[in-house]
């Protein structure tokens, strides 16, 4: 058994695309037209066949209660993994990426939280340099 698909709620498909993308860096799966929404999967240019990460429309009363309610609270919904937290941070602060948290040792690794503009609050991470 393995993970195939999660997903994020978002506000926006289409800002979500371009951000995951454009900014991010992920690349576009999936992207089916259904009716006003869209089947819409991105993934790690570096694992092509790895798992999806889905861009939900948050039209659920439920759906957009929880996205709120976490990004409100400061949780992440999601957790990406990088090379090097601080070389990631200094790029998309660059690009204008609004963080919450900056790069921050967790023990074994270092962790930094940014707002990925649709709604939710997304934590970049990697393995802490040794001591």
Same mark, same amino acid.
């Given at each position: 058994?393995?993970?195939?698909?999660?997903?994020?709620?978002v506000d926006d498909?289409?800002?979500a695309? +371009?951000?995951?993308?454009g900014?991010?860096?992920?690349?576009?799966?999936?992207? %089916?037209?259904?009716? $006003?929404?869209?089947?819409?999967? %991105?993934?790690?240019? $570096?694992a092509? +066949?790895g798992? &999806?990460?889905?861009? &939900?429309?948050?039209?659920?009363?439920?759906?957009?209660?929880?996205q $709120?309610?976490?990004?409100?609270?400061g949780?992440?919904v999601? %957790?990406?993994?990088?090379?090097?937290? $601080?070389?990631?941070?200094?790029?998309l602060?660059?690009?204008?990426?609004?963080?919450t948290?900056?790069?921050?040792?967790?023990?074994?690794?270092?962790?930094?939280?940014? +707002?990925?503009?649709?709604?939710?609050?997304?934590?970049?991470?990697?393995?802490?340099?040794?001591?």
């Amino acid at each position: 058994m393995k993970i195939a698909l999660t997903s994020v709620f978002v506000d926006d498909q289409q800002k979500a695309q +371009d951000f995951y993308t454009g900014v991010l860096g992920l690349t576009t799966k999936h992207d %089916v037209p259904l009716g $006003e929404h869209r089947w819409l999967t %991105v993934v790690s240019p $570096e694992a092509p +066949d790895g798992v &999806e990460l889905v861009l &939900e429309p948050n039209e659920h009363p439920a759906a957009t209660a929880f996205q $709120e309610a976490m990004a409100a609270d400061g949780i992440p919904v999601a %957790v990406l993994s990088v090379e090097d937290v $601080e070389a990631e941070h200094a790029r998309l602060t660059g690009l204008g990426v609004a963080f919450t948290q900056p790069p921050t040792a967790m023990g074994p690794v270092v962790t930094a939280v940014l +707002d990925d503009t649709c709604g939710n609050l997304v934590q970049l991470m990697a393995a802490a340099a040794p001591a």
